[in-house]
T-cell receptor, first 115, second 115 residues
Framework: DTGVSQNPRHKITKRGQNVTFRCDPI?????LYWYRQTLGQGPEFLTY????????KSRLLSDRFSAERPKGSFSTLEIQRTEQGDSAMYLCASSLKVAGGHEQYFGPGTRLTVT | AQSVTQPDIHITVSEGASLELRCNYSYGATPYLFWYVQSPGQGLQLLLKYFSGDTLVQGIKGFEAEFKRSQSSFNLRKPSVHWSDAAEYFC?????????????FGKGTKLSVKP
């Protein structure tokens, strides 16, 4: 396993610009998750996919956010018209869903700074 | 609502001393519980998990945790701390009911290790 990878690792953008992040999960993991983490807080759930289907979105995922997972492989998270409040670490995780419990493996994250 | 509480924001221990990090959860059904560790600027690494069975679970790096249903707790322990254990530790409960698939995290406990 090569682990979960995320690109870019850091992104600095000006307010109002659009940004897109990419996540490549562990191969053959059928679930992929996005979380956001701000300073001094634990990660907060944004959305997740099972294969290519987006099954759940949290209330944190405003209309400016959109996520896709075409063909059930990598995923992208796009933020439109960024705001300073979007500055955070965006974490991706993947898991192999089986009956019962399953663990999520996290990538290194993308740190977004909105100036 | 489901939640995780980590009462200690910051703990300092001497190298070689024992460690216990506290975690309390609120979850209606049988919980799936996790401990993750995060080094500065990095993603989360899974230390250990509890799904069912033996309430004392062993993890990586010499960590263990004990699930106590009566106290709604899942405390993390290590008998002898090493300087490399300095990091932030997050407890999480899985919200896997129905179509839900997220982890709910506590706010984390930052561990500092004195030489």
């Amino acid at each position: 396993d090569t682990g979960v990878s995320q690109n870019p690792r850091h992104k600095i953008t000006k307010r109002g610009q659009n940004v897109t992040f990419r996540c490549d999960p562990i191969s053959e993991h059928n679930r992929l998750y996005w979380y956001r983490q701000t300073l001094g807080q634990g990660p907060e759930f944004l959305t997740y996919f099972q294969n290519e289907a987006q099954l759940e979105k949290s209330r944190l995922l405003s209309d400016r956010f959109s996520a896709e997972r075409p063909k059930g492989s990598f995923s992208t998270l796009e933020i439109q018209r960024t705001e300073q409040g979007d500055s955070a670490m965006y974490l991706c995780a993947s898991s192999l869903k089986v009956a019962g419990g399953h663990e999520q493996y996290f990538g290194p994250g993308t740190r977004l700074t909105v100036t | 609502a489901q939640s995780v509480t980590q009462p200690d924001i910051h703990i300092t221990v001497s190298e070689g001393a024992s460690l216990e990090l506290r975690c309390n959860y609120s979850y209606g059904a049988t919980p799936y519980l996790f401990w993750y560790v995060q080094s500065p600027g990095q993603g989360l690494q899974l230390l250990l998990k509890y799904f069912s069975g033996d309430t004392l679970v062993q993890g990586i790096k010499g960590f263990e945790a004990e699930f106590k249903r009566s106290q709604s707790s899942f405390n993390l322990r290590k008998p002898s701390v090493h300087w490399s254990d300095a990091a932030e530790y997050f407890c999480a409960v899985a919200n896997y009911g129905g179509s839900q698939g997220n982890l709910i995290f506590g706010k984390g406990t930052k561990l500092s290790v004195k030489p």
